[in-house]
């Protein structure tokens, strides 16, 4: 397309000067035997058209024959022609790119945030970057006259190629960060094309994939994003022990992934949770599962998942004997029928949570735009910095080598399931269920618990059955099994087993998962 417009502009130009050199021409031949002329070469003929184009109209060389004056005139007539056309051309390059383009670049020191799209969800972002960076400058990849919302805080509206706005910041101060949040939004948009080679770092919204592609692409899910955020802020209490999940497309699969990897509670209660929606994707993907919790059974000592058949309008009884129904159907406008319906029609414990983008008073809602699409979510500054350290305290005492950008996705994976869980392990050993926050006083107040606990033999091995749950799950989840040897290709472990059958040394080694604690209480000492 843009070099189809080149060529036409070419032609353009190429017609404009083949008349103008006519005019030349003709003008010449008009008036240079005529008695009194002054025009008598093709160099006095463009003297004469420029000193009138130009509208400087010295006086000097004038023509005087008849159809000199008509050429004349053409040539007055040009002059107002280009005079509008740069006057408009002036006006545009203010109003359109020009101007952003300077103040851009005396903001070069700054850093830079270019959103690809102006949508509710880049609006949100916007927000939450200022917040973060206040100097930050933000840069929507459109035109300002197509949009009829203005925000109300500083940004700049440029509908140019992401490889430009790199261009102009000539690499002062930190890199650019390019978002791209539609779905799939790096594979379709056009202005994403060759973004990889740009010096930028760029993060995209996706349905599958890895967080991480290669160099500069990271790639996020709002259905994670979504999940994390959810079981951060609404932690499994000790005496639930019945969870409801109704819909299980992408959030309400992300939503049990989540629940799986990281709600292991106290080991003296099990919790179940029973699944509405389509699960035989999800089933025949993790069929190693069974080795960790109950699936459609229940097993002593373990969490289990019932995968229900019947629609979730059948289930009355567990309805009423719930302790939480998260309604996640992956269309807002079913979860909000969902709701009604249960609402007006069934007895329950009043404990429903709903995904929901719209705000109503008395509703438990989340997966909001502010809830996921934020830096903290996106860009991970500091949702992953936790398991960023636990891999470095892990380097010292185990392995030099396993540095956290040379770690595969899986051991990634491992690392950030743990962090995770430290919110949870933390709850457990101030037995407060309402922590949010982790600072430097809760892992210290953790720490100086977890030593007491220690003290006791009871307690002790509570704690390493708990870790030892956590960390079956999580390779089970990933279709590990029992295997006499550790062989990563089998995916084998001889730790796949059950507490009890563990010997000594193989529970001490969940101790370092607990340790870790008062690693991260020192390190966020240090920091202050």
Known sequence: MKGKTRKQYLLVILAFLAFYAALLIALVICEKNQPGSHIHTIGDAIWYSLVTISTVGYGDVTPVSA??????????????????????????????????????KLRRQNNWYYLAEFTSETDVLARDILREDPYGVIIFGIDKENETERPDYPCFFINASPARIVAQKKGVGERCKLFFLDEDDIGRNLKALNIHELDADVYARTTSGQEKMSGNIHFFHSYDCCARSYWRENPL???EDIIMIIGFGNYGTALLERAILTNINDSEFDVSYH?????????????????????????????????HKEDWEDAHDLIRNADRIIICDDKVETGWDVYWQIQRFYEN?????????????????????????????IVRTRLND???????????????????????????????????????????????????????ETFKAAYDALCEAKKDPAKLDDLRRIEHARWVRFYAYYNWKYGDVKSVRRRENPMICSYDEMTEPQKAYHDRAWDLIGELARQLENKQ
């Open 67 to 104: 159809a000199g004056h008509v050429i004349g005139s053409v040539f007055l007539l040009m002059s107002m022609g280009l005079l509008v056309a740069l006057f408009g051309s002036v006006v545009s390059v203010i109003t359109s790119e020009g101007l952003p383009m300077l103040r851009l």
């Open 237 to 239: 209490h000790q005496m």
């Open 275 to 307: 699944v509405f929606g389509d699960s035989r994707r999800f089933r025949q993907m993790h069929v190693n599962l069974g080795a960790a919790m109950g699936i459609n059974e229940t097993k002593p000592g373990m969490d289990s998942i019932f995968f």
């Open 349 to 377: 414990k009043g404990r429903i949570h709903l995904r929901s983008n719209r705000v109503a008073p008395g509703v438990t809602y989340f997966g909001t735009n502010e809830q996921i699409y934020t830096v903290n979510q």
């Open 386 to 440: 936790a398991a960023r350290l636990m891999n470095d305290l892990y380097r010292r005492s185990v392995d030099e080598s396993l540095a956290w950008d040379d770690l595969g996705e899986r051991l990634k994976q491992s690392k950030i399931a743990a962090a995770d869980h430290l919110i949870m392990k933390i709850r457990l050993l101030l037995n407060d269920s309402t922590i949010s926050r982790l600072d430097y």
